[in-house]
């Protein structure tokens, strides 16, 4: 009983400190602990980007927006040192299994290998695909922006369940995701097809040749 406690003391100071951090970040809370959190301190992203959200709703999209950039940013740290050390840094952490799964989704698409794990919640391993990023030589360029991409997909969904059913659902969060998990999963799949397909049917009407009066495509005249 004494053991539960002091563990529920812990967590009533920790929860007072992180509230107290947000009065003082004022909007550029999401930011900020989404740059520690990624820069190897683990921080309650989801529940800071949840009570933002909450508290005022019309900021939501400028809210998931910096909390993913400092989700991006905040990787670049990791991404040094996986990028300096090399197979032995990431070999150290997982199986040599795991690691031969997560080369061949690099080479399969570097870009969704990465975004796809930044999408999920806890407890997913992110910063392990993060190191395989580095390891595997992904473009930086890329790498910034798939975190990004997929961070903000998290974000956006946890707050539009958090303005329909309250800032309750952040306890419940991970756990839907674990027991429907190849549900959500298709649904992003789904989602992510979709956007893909608008895209790429947006660029190649951008790329047509208009036809002539005749119904011929129009030529250009070589002097």
Do not use: C
Not at 90 to 106: T, V
Request: net charge positive.
């Amino acid at each position: 009983m004494l053991g539960l406690k002091r563990i529920g003391h812990i967590l009533a100071r920790y929860t007072a400190w992180i509230l107290g951090l947000m009065k003082v970040l004022g909007p550029w809370g999401p930011f900020v602990i989404a740059f520690a959190d990624s820069a190897l301190l683990g921080m309650p992203v989801d529940f800071i980007v949840a009570s933002y959200v909450y508290q005022d709703r019309r900021r939501m999209l400028l809210y998931v927006a910096m909390a993913s950039l400092g989700s991006a940013l905040g990787s670049i740290p990791l991404y040094i040192i996986g990028y300096l050390g090399g197979e032995k840094v990431l070999r150290k952490r997982i199986s040599e299994e795991r690691f031969l799964k997560i080369h061949q989704s690099f080479e399969r698409n570097e870009f969704w290998a990465l975004m796809f794990p930044g999408m999920l919640p806890p407890p997913m391993p992110f910063k392990v695909f993060v190191l395989g990023a580095a390891v595997f030589e992904m473009r930086f360029r890329d790498f910034l922006f798939a975190i990004f991409a997929g961070r903000f997909v998290r974000f956006l969904v946890l707050s539009v369940l958090v303005i329909f059913f309250g800032p309750q659902i952040i306890g419940h969060f991970g756990g839907i995701f674990k027991h429907h998990w190849m549900l959500l999963s298709g649904a992003i799949l789904e989602a992510g097809l979709i956007l893909w397909l608008l895209a790429r049917t947006r660029r190649s009407k951008k790329n047509a040749v208009p036809p002539s009066e005749n119904g011929v495509k129009t030529q250009h005249s070589v002097n």
